[in-house]
């Protein structure tokens, strides 16, 4: 019998979408005053996590790499960084 080898990145990836189940079924509140607070490079918006979360200097840095070329036209690098790094495990 064969059995399936789970690499612990895939798994943890997995593991990210798939607690969906415990979220609270109930209406949040729309985020406020975002539209007066003025727009910063990414690297100045990750200072205030930088000690909560491993490596953000790091990925911030490779998120920008990989936005660097294919960012369109009408979104910032910065604004396409911010997308991939929200999504980086």
Do not use: N, W
Not at 55 to 79: H, Q, W
């Amino acid at each position: 019998m064969t059995t399936k080898f789970v690499d612990i990145d895939e798994e943890q990836h997995t593991q990210r979408f798939s607690d969906i189940a415990g979220e609270p079924c109930r209406m949040l509140m729309p985020i406020e005053g975002y539209q007066k607070k003025s727009i910063v490079s990414l690297e100045e918006a990750v200072e205030p996590i930088l000690e909560h979360v491993p490596d953000a200097k790091r990925k911030v840095y490779i998120a920008k790499m990989k936005c660097a070329e294919i960012s369109p036209e009408k979104l910032s690098i910065d604004g396409a960084a911010s997308i991939t790094l929200y999504s980086m495990a």
